[in-house]
């Protein structure tokens, strides 16, 4: 457990280091989050990155759809 929260910790705090576009989730467990991703990331970059955060939190990987 400890691990995940690190994990989740170190990620969050490395994407928000240059922080722009803001996007808020639910994972699969029923959490609500708010993370920022830099301008220079893709939706598929964004995607992939929250399904990897979810896999870590809840583990199951979704298939996640960016609505822009």
């Given at each position: 457990m400890k691990k995940k929260i690190l994990f989740c910790a170190m990620m969050g705090?490395?994407?928000m280091?240059?922080?722009r576009v803001q996007a808020v989730?639910?994972?699969t467990?029923?959490?609500k989050h708010y993370?920022?991703?830099p301008d220079s990331?893709?939706?598929s970059q964004m995607a992939d990155w929250i399904a990897a955060a979810?896999?870590?939190e809840?583990?199951?990987t979704p298939i996640v759809t960016i609505h822009p």
């Open positions: 705090i490395s994407v280091a240059f922080a989730w639910n994972s467990c029923g959490v993370t920022s991703f990331w893709t939706y979810n896999q870590v809840c583990g199951t």
